[in-house]
Structures are given as C-alpha cells and as structure tokens.
C-alpha cells in the first residue's frame, strides 16, 4: 500500500480542517490548552506547506490551510475573552 506525496501533502492540509472542528467542539467546553496545541500544530503543517512550491490543488489546500490557521487563531482569540 503506497500513498503519493501528492496525496500526503493534502491529507496534511485537510488535517487542518479536522483540527478546526475539534478546536470548536473543545470551545464550547472552554478548553484553552486543546485549542491551542491545535493552532500549534496547525502553525507548524502551515509553515512546512509554505515552504514548497506548490502549484494546481496542492496550491488550494495550502490557502485552505491558511484559512484554518486564521480561523484557529480567532477561536482561541475568543476563548480567551471568555476566561
């Protein structure tokens, strides 16, 4: 079983939108540390995909994933208004 880079590379991007919808289930609860090791981590995939040349849907999922981080950081922006 052989997975693509290509493939890899845009799981990775659309981990960042699985992290988005934990980050908001863990708001609900108040949970600052969770939502902040998922901006983390999200920062971290974000920052490795910017470093490639990417081009066609890799170039997509990329901004997506600039989108999620952005999104990340509003929700733990507003979780810390609410501590």
């Given at each position: 079983?052989?997975?693509?880079?290509?493939?890899?590379?845009?799981?990775?991007?659309?981990?960042?939108?699985?992290?988005?919808?934990?980050?908001?289930?863990?708001?609900t609860?108040?949970?600052?540390?969770?939502?902040?090791?998922?901006?983390?981590?999200?920062?971290?995939?974000?920052?490795?995909?910017?470093?490639?040349?990417?081009r066609?849907?890799?170039?997509?999922?990329?901004?997506?994933?600039?989108?999620?981080?952005k999104?990340?950081?509003?929700?733990?922006?507003?979780?810390?208004?609410?501590?």
């Amino acid at each position: 079983f052989k997975v693509k880079a290509d493939e890899q590379l845009g799981a990775l991007s659309d981990l960042t939108g699985e992290l988005v919808r934990a980050a908001t289930l863990e708001a609900t609860k108040g949970n600052f540390s969770s939502i902040k090791k998922y901006r983390n981590a999200t920062e971290e995939l974000f920052g490795v995909l910017l470093q490639m040349d990417l081009r066609g849907i890799l170039r997509q999922k990329r901004d997506d994933a600039r989108r999620n981080l952005k999104r990340l950081e509003d929700i733990l922006y507003d979780v810390s208004l609410k501590k």
